[in-house]
Each structure stands twice: as C-alpha cells, then as structure tokens.
C-alpha cells in the first residue's frame, strides 16, 4: 500500500462507496443480533457497534475472515497484503460471503493473474445472483509509469484495463485504502475497527494494519481499535471441508512425488539429485513445495534442517525426506526415510521399527481431548523403550542424545501453523506426528512423519497411503 493520502480525502471527498453503503447499514441490525448470538454461544462478551475490518501484514488469514463475515460476526472486510495471489475459490468465498453481509470487498491482487482470478470468481458469483462490488488492487498496479519495471517483471495492470477483463467497476488501487476506508466509517457512524495484528519484534518494520491502526488513531481517536489476530487464530485452528480437501490434494502430490524419489534413488547420487526427483513431479502439477526440501543422507540425517542437500549418497546409506507441497495456500508436511539402495540393513530395520511404532502408538491417541505435549510424552515413552532394546540409554533422561524436538505441530495455511502445544485438539485440527531417532555415531537418522486429522472421536491419517512399512517400501524400490 502506498501514501494514504488522506489529507487529499479530507478536503475533497468523493464518492467512493456507492450502492453497498445502503445494505451495509440496513443490515446492521440482523449483523448485530447474529454477533451477539454467537457471542454468547461462545460465552465471550457481545461485541458492540458498526464493525469494520481491515486485514494486513498477517499470513493467511484471508479465509478465516471469509468465515467470520459469513457467519455474520463481520460485516465488512478490507483485506490487504495477505495473499499475492488469491485463488479463484478464495475471492468467490469472499464475494459471496460479503455479499451475505452487505460489505465491503477489496481484494489485492497483483499482476494480471489475479485479476483473471477476481474475473473467474465473480463470474461464478453473478451466475448466483450476487453482485461484486469493490476491488482493490495493489498499488503495484497503480498509475505512475512503470514502463521500466515492466520490462523486467511483465506488464502492470491499469485500472481500466482491471475494469475491461474482470467486469468489475469499482476498481481501486491499494493507495486509496484509507480513504476509502475513513469514508466508509465516517458515513456509516462506525467505531469498532476490527484488525489483525500480530505481535512482532521492536525492531521489525510496520505491518500494513500496524500502519493503518496508527493513522486512524492518530486522526480519528474516537475509534476503537481492537486487535482480531487471536479470534483469527481460533478461527484457523479448526479446518473446514474444503481447506481439508485442499490439504489433502497436497498431500496426494507428496505421495506421488515420494514416491518418485524412492523408485529413482540409487546409490552414488547427490542428494540434490533425488530432491529433483521429487521436484519433477511438483514441477508438471504446477505446485511449489510448502518449505525447502531436506533430502539428509547419512549421518547429515541427524541435523534437523540440513537443506543443503549436497551430498554425494554411500550405498547402504538411509535418506531422510522431510518434504511437502503447497497447494492453493494450504501445505502438507510429510517425512520419509529410506535405504537409497532399496534394502534396508539389519540394524537400520531395527531402528526404523522403534519410530514406527512411536509413530503409529501417537497417531492411535491423536483424537479430541489430547495436547500435543501429551503426544509428545507418548512418543518419548515408546522411543526410550525402544531405544532400551537398541542398546542405547537406560534412563529416561538420556532420551534426548537421541530425540531432541517434538513429536507435533499444526498444520494448515502456515506448515507451522498457528495454535500451542496445551490445547486440547478438536475436530478438525490438522496436525503433524513426527518422531524420529537420530543415532550419530551409527550414522542413522530416521523420521517419520504424517498428517492427521482430528475427527469427532477419533483421527484420519490424510497421508496413510505413503508408503512407510519396511516391505512395503522395498517393494516399490525393487528395481
Ligand atoms: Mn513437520
């Protein structure tokens, strides 16, 4: 977003909001009752007044505002910086969800792409019968000649060009947000701003809504500013039917992609050249990874984040992939471990097994109720029994020569997703089992890692069909 420039607003405003200010107000008293019910059902206090709200600087959260604003706590949303490139499905979510709450829409795009994607949603959105009604595209887009830059990164998008391909009249660039902004509070008597914030670091530059939070305050004090980032947070943790689909459609990609290295691995590789294995099958769906790949043969398996990958491979040597794809914003996380040579040895099964069964013992008492911090202690119980039998410690205390971070994460829009480890999981969270056993001396690394689903008693293991049996994986590498 560029200079504000709401000074030029404040001397000259201009009709910037049109026909959505009617319905916005209209509809503020069933928006009202809608959040005081759920309010209370969630046994919070009602939240009072016009509500607006801006978003930016945040990673995300673009789809748990369009649930908020469809289960009618919001009424408006300004989305800023938040995706570059919202998908299709995202900005229809959002067209259809402002639609039901008479808002605000302003989406910010980039380059052409995106504005395809607004076309294609709103496409879909009228064929509904609803009406889009505000775009917002990134000042990256905006007016000053950028012939220069165009050369390099392809061509800017014109406002009117924005208008001709997506059909949408009111087209905005990011610059004039807070005056768009400003004028739609001031009209509409609204004094709750609702904005994701995050905490940061002191020395960590503003976020867009940092930026926005401290011009309105400065010039409008009346206005209560009110952090949202922890209700987004909430909002997050529980998954809906399509962010799991689109979880598991990630995870379907990893699957093959894996599966692609297991086949083609052979001793005397680098390691770089079985991450391109894994890569080529990203590359034809079109998919990016969701973190950089680490493919840690040997004794680099016991570095938790060897990303260099640059190895050249032993025969006999395990390789350590913890991987994933990013599919449409949502991620999968995936670890697999195999023998590059197709055949595990007699002690690298014996190995294997003991994380295999911490693995499965966490995946059985992943349901509703649990902490990750107790999956944690499940996982460190089986390892340190099995790592009785390997010969290895005999207290309990010693576990983490050989097991040093935890056995669980959220999943979700971040790989790391939001949410800390003493909650009790619900349905619907998305979460990670991963132990592992890291033996330096022997040169064995071993982890094993899928994502899981919280149900209503029980988990779905999004990832069971990836190949982790000891037979199962020597069958597929058989050459
Ligand atoms: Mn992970």
């Not at 404040?10 to 928006?31: A, T, W, Y």
């Not at 994607?117 to 009406?131: H, K, L, R, T, V």
């Not at 660039?173 to 709750?192: A, C, Q």
């Not at 079109?286 to 260099?308: E, P, Q």
Request: glycine content about 8%; overall charge negative; aromatic content about 8%.
């Amino acid at each position: 977003m560029g200079n504000p420039n709401y000074e030029k607003y404040l001397n000259d405003p201009e009709e910037l909001i049109g026909e959505m200010i009617d319905g916005f107000v209209k509809s503020h008293e069933d928006r009202i009752k809608q959040i005081s019910e759920r309010a209370v059902a969630k046994k919070e206090a009602p939240i009072e007044g016009k509500v607006g709200v801006v978003s930016g600087g945040g990673s995300g959260h673009l789809p748990a505002f369009m649930g908020y604003i469809g289960e009618g706590v919001l009424d408006s949303v300004a989305v800023g910086d938040i995706f570059s490139s919202p998908s299709v499905d995202h900005i229809y979510e959002a067209i259809k969800a402002a639609d039901g709450g008479k808002g605000v829409i302003c989406c910010i795009g980039n380059f052409s792409g995106d504005i395809m994607n607004f076309e294609m949603a709103s496409e879909m959105a009228e064929e509904d019968g609803i009406n889009v009604k505000t775009v917002i595209i990134n000042d990256d887009v905006a007016s000053a000649p950028k012939e220069k830059m165009e050369k390099w990164i392809g061509k800017f998008l014109k406002e009117e060009e924005a208008k001709e391909i997506s059909k949408i009249k009111n087209i905005k660039y990011s610059e004039e947000l807070i005056e768009y902004l400003v004028k739609t509070l001031k009209e509409n008597d609204i004094h709750n701003i609702y904005l994701d914030i995050k905490n940061w670091d002191i020395d960590e530059s503003l976020t867009e809504s940092q930026k926005i939070s401290k011009i309105l305050s400065e010039k409008y004090p009346y206005i209560n500013i009110i952090n949202i980032n922890k209700k987004l947070e909430e909002l997050r943790l529980i998954k809906d039917e399509k962010e799991i689909g689109l979880t598991q459609k990630a995870v379907d990609i990893t699957k093959e992609a894996i599966e692609n290295m297991m086949k083609n691995s052979s001793p005397g590789m680098y390691e770089y050249e079985i991450e391109a294995e894994y890569n080529y099958i990203l590359n034809k769906k079109g998919v990016k990874t969701s973190f950089d790949t680490i493919a840690a043969s040997g004794r680099n398996a016991v570095i938790l984040h060897y990303v260099n990958n640059d190895n050249k491979i032993q025969d006999g040597d395990l390789i350590l992939c913890d991987l994933g794809v990013k599919y449409k914003e949502y991620n999968s996380d995936i670890t697999r471990t195999f023998p590059v040579n197709g055949k595990f040895t007699k002690r690298q099964k014996e190995v294997y097994k003991v994380v295999l069964e911490a693995n499965k013992e966490v995946i059985k008492n992943a349901k509703p109720g649990k902490t990750l911090n107790q999956l944690n202690d499940i996982a460190k119980e089986v390892l340190f029994e099995g790592c009785k039998k390997l010969g290895l410690l005999v207290s309990e205390e010693e576990l983490y020569k050989y097991y040093y971070h935890s056995v669980s994460h959220f999943l979700g829009l971040d790989v790391h997703d939001v949410g800390n480890k003493k909650i009790n999981l619900k349905k619907g969270m998305l979460i990670t089992v991963e132990p592992g056993l890291y033996i330096e001396e022997e040169g064995i690394g071993i982890r094993i890692e899928d994502d899981i689903l919280i149900t209503e008693n029980n988990s779905i293991n999004l990832s069971q069909n990836i190949k982790k049996e000891i037979k199962d994986i020597e069958n597929l590498m058989e050459k």
